[in-house]
């Protein structure tokens, strides 16, 4: 969580400098609290959420792996 704040934090300098670059689409994608603000405002697309999403599905899938081999200790 702490990373994705980092990423947030980085997209808010960045786009206080140059509000056009692409790193700030980049990370708005990847930031949760723009995804919770414009969620906030009523404004929540499923484009943002991919990320989120498809993060979720795989630290599950790797914690299904690991449950899974500990059976064999």
Known sequence: MLLLLGFA??????????????W?????HISYPDLWFDS???KLTPK?????V???VFWLFATVK???ARKWW
């Open 9 to 22: 934090v980085a997209k808010w300098r960045i786009e206080s400098c140059r509000p056009d670059n692409a």
């Open 48 to 52: 943002f959420m991919v990320f989120h």
């Open 54 to 56: 498809s993060a979720a």
């Open 66 to 68: 690991v449950l899974e």
């Open 24 to 28: 700030v689409t980049l990370l708005g």
């Open 40 to 42: 906030l405002r009523g």
